[in-house]
């Protein structure tokens, strides 16, 4: 059976859905993480599930030396028009070993782990992203906080874009939250189906999973705004660790 990230990914429909992804924010958590991490001139970073390269994008115009990778082949297909020579695209699966030892910081951005089957799988993709750092680099993880997540849950939700409506239910079980989205295109007879799957990784966790790839724990943030991490309150969970 074919993962689901795979087909909603590289589906029209997935884009269409995101459209209004507010650039400014990302955009300014790039300008406050910067400023955190003080990075030297032509860094080089490795942007782990970059998508289109919204976030590469950024920092490729910040000077650094730049890599993104992503599963998506629709998404690295655009992100390769912007490619320059500090700008680099791949299609690659983050669970396989990438380029070992060579970049200074790697991000992995806006919840784009905790989506697979298995902790192994979760396991080897933070491996490989811990072994593309050389020692004392740095790794940023940007993920959900599951407690506020879970609380302010809606459990339907509508949205019309043009021609096409989207119904989105979201529930959690012991394992994961789950999102599924029905799309009701205009200009098609029948209804189309995806779904999301992302794991419950709560803060504990993820120290541990790092932790356990040989990466220390330096800081951890609650939002786009770096706060300090509340687990009440906060909307994110935003790890920063070293790697030894």
Not at 56 to 62: F, I
Not at 143 to 149: D, K, M, Q, W
Not at 206 to 217: F, N, R
Request: aromatic share 14%.
């Amino acid at each position: 059976m074919k993962p689901w990230f795979k087909d909603w990914f590289n589906s029209p429909y997935y884009h269409l859905l995101y459209s209004d992804r507010n650039e400014q924010e990302a955009a300014d958590f790039i300008d406050k993480l910067l400023i955190y991490l003080q990075p030297f001139p032509e860094s080089r970073m490795l942007d782990v599930a970059c998508g289109k390269g919204r976030h590469s994008l950024q920092l490729a115009a910040k000077g650094f030396d730049v890599t993104g990778i992503d599963l998506s082949e629709a998404s690295i297909l655009e992100a390769l028009a912007s490619e320059s020579d500090r700008l680099h695209f791949y299609v690659h699966d983050m669970r396989k070993t990438f380029w070992i030892n060579y970049f200074d910081y790697a991000f992995n951005f806006f919840t784009s782990f905790g989506y697979f089957d298995t902790l192994r799988e979760h396991e080897n993709a933070l491996r490989s992203m811990a072994g593309s750092l050389k020692s004392k680099g740095l790794f940023v993880i940007d993920y959900l906080n599951i407690h506020v997540a879970e609380k302010e849950m809606v459990p339907l939700n509508e949205k019309k874009i043009g021609n096409v409506s989207f119904e989105i239910s979201k529930r959690s079980d012991e394992t994961h939250i789950l999102k599924e989205i029905v799309v009701n295109d205009d200009d098609l007879n029948e209804k189309i189906y995806f779904n999301e799957r992302v794991a419950r990784f709560f803060k504990d966790d993820l120290i541990k999973m790092l932790t356990a790839q040989d990466l220390i724990i330096k800081e951890i943030f609650g939002d786009y705004n770096l706060s300090p991490f509340d687990i009440e309150k906060s909307p994110r969970l935003i790890l920063v660790a070293e790697k030894k």
